[in-house]
């Protein structure tokens, strides 16, 4: 219900406590299956231990984003983290069900804040909107800080000696995600997007984990690890090249994944997109393009541009809420 999200419903309520907690929840066992009915068996219900979230902005609709500081346990990296569920996550006839996950990952320096926390880019508005208008499931979105310093790009890898930003991608923000949220347990109810080096990071990780994610959309994305980290660790970098992954997958016969690309028809690096698409789409490997006109590289450009298809196409393969009976 609402009133479980809604601590304050002014505009200078940021840095106020706020909590996630969706209705019955405090009644269910942490970490069980979702109850009885069509959700039984999907959904894993918040394993905690719950984590401190303060608000970083509330949107019209009096959803809020909030913030908290992850330590994550199996890469050793501490960051914040931002998080935002829609209204239906609320809603008490979803109270058993679990709720499909997009991580959101910036470009730039991902440091030290998520971009995509901002209300101006107006992306946790434009899910609302669309899940609202059928074109998008209502994804609880989750914005992870994507590199450990403004120096460099760590390619959401563990390169030796560095920070294991990795492993913090697709182990403890994924704990955590399931530690407070009601979650799906197949990869079907996981996604990643993002532009520029996070739309790379978000490929690499379906790629690398497809038992763990099922989608990405990635925006003006990188296709190649070149953070100049990699420097004397080839064998290491070439276990990340998203090209040398789709191979494999594609070898291996699966399991399938869903790339959905976006690109500015202003921006450079369309030719080795497609060559990308053209070479690794295939078998397991499912792709769609979407070419914005106008486009130019940047956040601004692919949000609009997500309700053009890609965030309808990954909908589509992903796990929806279940209402309960």
Request: with cysteine; glycine share 12%; proline share 8%.
């Amino acid at each position: 219900m609402a009133s479980a999200l809604l601590l304050s419903a002014c505009s200078s309520d940021k840095g106020d406590p706020v909590t996630f907690d969706g209705p019955e929840s405090s009644q269910a066992t942490p970490g069980a299956k979702g109850g009885k009915g069509a959700a039984a068996g999907k959904t894993l219900l918040p394993t905690g231990p719950k984590s401190a979230f303060t608000t970083e902005s509330t949107l019209e609709d009096g959803t809020k984003i909030g913030v908290t500081t992850l330590k994550g346990k199996k890469s050793g990296f501490t960051g914040k983290v931002w998080v935002w569920a829609p209204k239906q996550y609320f809603d008490p006839k979803y109270a058993k069900s679990g709720f499909p996950i997009l991580i959101a990952l910036p470009g730039g320096n991902g440091y030290p804040n998520n971009y995509w926390m901002g209300t101006d880019l107006k992306l946790e508005s434009s899910i609302a909107k669309w899940s609202r208008e059928g074109k998008s499931l209502p994804f609880v979105v989750v914005m992870p800080v994507l590199n450990p310093d403004a120096k460099n790009y760590y390619d959401g890898s563990d390169i030796p000696g560095q920070p294991r930003m990795g492993t913090w991608m697709t182990e403890d923000v994924p704990d955590f995600v399931k530690a407070n949220f009601r979650t799906f347990k197949s990869r079907d109810g996981w996604a990643f997007m993002g532009s520029s080096s996070g739309g790379f990071v978000g490929l690499k990780s379906v790629l690398k984990h497809p038992e763990k994610f099922r989608a990405v959309i990635a925006s003006g994305p990188d296709t190649v690890p070149d953070s100049p980290l990699w420097a004397g660790h080839e064998k290491e970098r070439r276990a990340n090249d998203p090209g040398r992954l789709a191979r494999r997958l594609v070898e291996r016969k699966g399991p399938e994944v869903d790339l959905a690309f976006q690109i500015g028809s202003g921006e450079s690096g369309r030719a080795s997109l497609r060559s990308f698409i053209k070479t690794y789409g295939k078998g397991p490997v499912k792709t769609r393009l979407n070419v914005i006109q106008g486009g130019e590289h940047n956040a601004r450009t692919y949000v609009p541009a997500m309700a053009d298809g890609p965030i309808q196409w990954i909908s589509e393969h992903m796990q929806a809420p279940i209402p309960d009976a």
